[in-house]
């Protein structure tokens, strides 16, 4: 589950629509709205939703609708037809705790159903058991958090997310835009404070890593760049690394590589990178390697001519080791997530 955020401050134009179809063409698979904004206008959420929902038919999105116990009704619909949000498009509704635990047992029979990871607990997991709750269609769902300094703790957020695992729930959490970031504060709309300025792919990255299971996009914009990002990491399963140049042997680590499966402790190493040379590598260049650097082995170094390699801490100059090029400053955290057999692509950036 990997989504993105559009909200009902607006209508759906043509600069909206364009966007949706570009996340879904870089492997988003999920639509998040809101039903009960303060700032929003209730009035406009009928006919906001309902365009919303016929685009993420057309674009195969599910569309996960965030409502309180009244929102619903305030915006022309009930929990008593399910049948009318389904054929609009919704998948999903995230309820707060204002909406009951017998009317959540019975949307879960036709639903997939978010609960407020924050304040979900124990005693509710067990009424929901005892309600005939169908648990293959319910997830602890984090929530966003607008104001500075009030995302979640890293150590409360995977405890929680412990718990919710022993039950058996799968977890969702959400990480900021980099761009149109949401309305009134514009400070991002992450799950972890310490995600609020981070890079967006980042976030991602480390909230994968700690098995959470869907990552949704608070905010209301991606950048093309970062876009592009994930488009990589979504349907190739590779990590796109920005570098720029500083040999003239450049232009021979420009391509797709892997991380071998032997992790190195101080450099990431491309499993084939040496098949691919044909001619000699005198040396060049032969400098201290900081941090991000790529270096190419050349002929003194024997048989190991033309390993590639990223630097992941700095390392003293060697004679045998030319350093090509350096991954680009936005792109260094991106190295720790370059684990046993993770794919990457090095690109000239050229902004």
């Known amino acids: 589950m990997q989504g993105f955020s559009v909200f009902m401050d607006k209508d759906i134009d043509e600069t909206t629509v364009a966007y949706i179809e570009q996340m879904a063409r870089a492997g988003f698979t999920g639509i998040f709205t809101s039903l009960h904004i303060p700032e929003d206008d209730p009035n406009k959420y009928r006919e906001r939703i309902t365009k919303l929902g016929a685009i993420a038919k057309k674009n195969q999105l599910s569309l996960m609708v965030d409502v309180s116990g009244d929102a619903l009704s305030k915006a022309g619909f009930s929990f008593n037809n399910l049948t009318e949000l389904k054929k609009l498009g919704i998948t999903g509704l995230r309820a707060d705790d204002r909406v009951e635990l017998k009317m959540i047992a019975k949307l879960t029979k036709e639903l997939i159903v978010g609960l407020n990871a924050s304040t979900m607990t124990k005693a509710d ?18 929530n966003y958090y607008p104001r500075p300094e009030t ?11 412990a718990f919710f695992k022993q039950n058996d729930l799968k977890v969702v959490a959400f990480i900021a835009g980099d761009t149109a970031l949401r309305y009134p ?20 990255l480390e909230l994968k890593s ?11 914009g991606l950048t093309a760049d970062a876009q592009k990002q ?27 590589h892997q991380n071998r ?30 941090k991000g650097t790529i270096t190419l082995d050349n ?41 046993a057999g993770q794919k990457f692509e090095i690109v000239e950036d050229k902004r």
């Open 185 to 204: 504060l514009y400070q991002g709309l992450p799950t972890l404070e310490a995600h609020r300025y981070l890079k967006p792919i980042v976030a991602y």
């Open 261 to 290: 499966k032997d992790v190195a402790c101080d450099v990431i190493r491309s499993a084939d990178a040496r098949l691919k040379i044909s001619e000699p590598i005198l040396p060049e260049n032969t400098t201290f390697r900081p």
């Open 210 to 220: 700690s098995n959470v299971d869907g990552i949704y996009l608070g905010d209301s």
């Open 125 to 142: 997991i067990t009424e929901l058991k005892e309600l005939g709750a169908d648990l293959s269609r319910l997830l602890a769902w984090h």
């Open 230 to 256: 994930f488009a990589y990491l979504l349907k190739e399963d590779r990590l796109l690394l920005r570098a720029k140049a500083s040999s003239s042997y450049f232009s021979r680590v420009i391509g797709k």
């Open 299 to 339: 002929c003194d170094y024997g048989r190991y001519m033309g390993e590639l390699q990223l630097v992941k801490r700095d390392l003293k100059a060697d004679p045998r080791v030319n350093v090509v090029g350096k991954v680009s400053d936005e792109d260094l955290d991106l190295l720790a997530y370059l684990g």
């Open 151 to 161: 995302g979640l703790d890293k150590n409360y957020f995977y405890e929680q997310n």
